[in-house]
Nanobody
Framework: QVQLVESGGGLVQPGGSLRLSCAAS????????MGWYRQAPGKQRDLVAV???????RYADSMTGRFTVSRDNTNNTVYLQMNSLKPDDTAVYYC?????????WGQGTQVTVSS
């Protein structure tokens, strides 16, 4: 059974930092791409950052310079280091994994940025 299990969400003050983790298990093949999307209330799910199995990363424009995505291929884990967090970053963050054209999603972890 394939699983993506996220951890690390929570409440943080503006300007603070959080690190999200997502552990993948049960996949029969190596994961081409792993990364993160987010969805705020009443909005669509949007790209945050993704990274390929060769380490090429892609970020949404508003995250460049503040967020860093990385992955550990040995342990099938992807991370998202989030710095200088803003209230607009408040959302449910979803882990994503892709094999070919097939996408897999985690359950999501809430990130709330508020004073």
């Amino acid at each position: 059974q394939v699983q993506l299990v996220e951890s690390g969400g929570g409440l943080v003050q503006p300007g603070g930092s959080l690190r999200l983790s997502c552990a993948a298990s049960g996949f029969p093949y190596s994961l081409d791409v792993m990364g993160w999307y987010r969805q705020a209330p009443g909005k669509q799910r949007d790209l945050v950052a993704v990274v390929s199995d060769t380490g090429n990363a892609r970020y949404a424009d508003s995250m460049t310079g503040r967020f860093t995505v990385s992955r550990d291929n040995t342990n099938n884990t992807v991370y998202l280091q989030m710095n200088s967090l803003k209230p607009d970053d408040t959302a449910v963050y979803y882990c994503n994994a892709r094999i070919g054209i097939r996408n897999y999603w985690g359950q999501g972890t809430q990130v709330t940025v508020s004073s």
